[in-house]
């Protein structure tokens, strides 16, 4: 027989089961009978324990797990009948009102999938970011890999300046008192960085070894030291020696220290193109990706099952204590952390993988093995041995999965922009790289309060 399915809010629904009492007794009275074949008791053989003394010690053990089985095949099967996309777990609950003696009901109450509808692909406005790698790319990265090689030299007589780097002694003082973390002796620091505050970078510009100078420093009003905050104190600093960065040449030595084994710069500068131009194509590509899923879920209005966003959510907090764990952060498990954090980008990613569900079923775009496999040698050949790294995502199901996900939704993109509304955007190398905006200022004393 059908279940009477009742439309509650959304997408949430309800039934209603029942169990026979009668079919109740009968399973509690079976499993009674085969406890009492070994049942001990003091005063009886084992085997020989009175009925009546089993149901009081027994029954309604036996009886609440009896309901629980019938009542969840129960459900099952009533959910099953319905032919419904069931979305989640039922909550249930007893129904104590017009229910007969001789009966147990039970409410069940869930969700279901919502019907989603494919929007017109063709009116969806999508924009293609473009960058073009040029010379000029290839120059800015050799000259970071140079910077992240830099050596400091020491220079007698050398004025400070922007990108040196400064050994010091400073002492600071509130009211003529110095405080805790406010002198150091020794440190070291890079000019013109940010890493300091704006005042002390100041006033150690144009100082030579063995020069020193006093000077009021005002910390922010934010600062991390809150009896600090918004105070304003003296500070002396004594420059002990200044280092001027020195690169290093892009010769053979270069090339092997960036891997190079031959020392061949030229096919150092060959490899770090190739390399750029997939970095640049990801990123690129990861635009426009972003571009066309923000614009399917533009076209689109449908309901969200609550529970697949819980799902999502409890994963996102689950995914957040693992990274604090790894950082060594101590009891992650008793940390709370707020699922409200989560819910809204949890709620778009059940929208969009609904969505995108239902386009995949719709224009058959299943990824293929030939390209998962194509995939997974493209991005092998980011590592030293790409064979080993295909061979590892080719035994792994789970690893393989993670690429065929990439590919189904690489396979959504170019089904989407063949039919969309597409304007191509080009972009600099530096904005695709996220080196267009200046570094935003930090300090240095977060492990010492140093001005």
Do not use: W
């Not at 009674?32 to 003091?42: C, E, F, I, S």
């Not at 966003?309 to 009891?331: F, N, T, Y």
């Not at 509304?421 to 570094?439: L, R, Y």
């Amino acid at each position: 027989m059908q279940p009477e399915v009742e439309t509650l809010t959304g997408l949430e629904r309800r039934i209603e089961v029942t169990v026979q009492m009668a079919d109740v007794e009968k399973q509690v009275s079976q499993e009674l009978k085969q406890v009492a074949r070994t049942a001990k008791a003091p005063g009886f053989r084992p085997g020989k324990v009175p009925m009546s003394m089993l149901e009081r010690s027994h029954g309604p053990g036996i009886r609440y797990d009896v309901i629980n089985q019938l009542v969840g095949e129960a459900i099952g099967d009533a959910l099953d009948k319905t032919g419904l996309r069931i979305a989640g777990a039922p909550s249930v609950e007893p129904k104590t009102e017009d229910v007969a003696d001789d009966v147990l009901s039970f409410l069940a109450t869930f969700e279901i999938y919502p019907d989603v509808e494919v929007p017109e692909l063709g009116e969806l406005e999508i924009t293609q970011t473009t960058c073009e790698v040029g010379d000029e790319a290839i120059e800015k990265t050799i000259d970071i890999l140079r910077e992240q090689r830099t050596e400091y030299v020491e220079e007698e007589g050398r004025a400070t300046q922007d990108g040196d780097q400064v050994k010091v002694d400073f002492v600071g003082k509130l009211d003529d008192v110095a405080f805790d973390g406010g002198t150091a002796d020794d440190f070291v620091f890079q000019v013109g960085k940010g890493r300091m505050l704006a005042e002390f970078e100041e006033a150690v510009q144009g100082l030579k070894a063995g020069e020193s100078k006093t000077f009021p420093l005002t910390f922010p009003e934010d600062y991390q030291a809150e009896h600090l905050a918004g105070k304003t104190a003296e500070f002396t600093v004594t420059v002990k020696a200044v280092m001027r960065p020195e690169l290093p040449e892009v010769d053979a030595d270069f090339a092997r220290a960036l891997g190079q084994a031959e020392g061949d710069v030229e096919k150092l500068m060959e490899e770090i193109r190739q390399n750029i131009e997939r970095e640049v194509s990801a990123r690129t590509s990861a635009r426009s990706k972003d571009s066309v899923m923000n614009a399917l879920l533009q076209a689109v209005t449908f309901d969200v099952p609550k529970a697949l966003v819980q799902q999502e959510v409890a994963g996102r907090v689950q995914a957040a204590r693992e990274e604090l764990r790894s950082r060594g952060m101590p009891d992650v498990d008793k940390m709370p952390i707020p699922e409200e954090l989560f819910e809204e980008e949890a709620t778009r990613r059940v929208k969009l993988g609904l969505l995108l569900a239902a386009l995949v079923e719709k224009a058959e775009l299943q990824a293929k093995p030939e390209q998962v496999r194509a995939k997974i040698e493209a991005f092998a050949q980011n590592y030293e041995d790409p064979a080993e790294v295909v061979g590892y995502y080719l035994s792994d199901a789970e690893r393989r999965a993670e690429i065929e996900a990439v590919v189904l939704e690489d396979n959504v993109v170019e089904h989407i922009m063949a039919q969309a509304k597409v304007t191509p955007k080009a972009v600099s190398f530096d904005e695709i790289m996220g080196t267009a905006q200046p570094e935003p200022e930090t300090s240095e004393q977060d492990e010492s309060e140093q001005a």
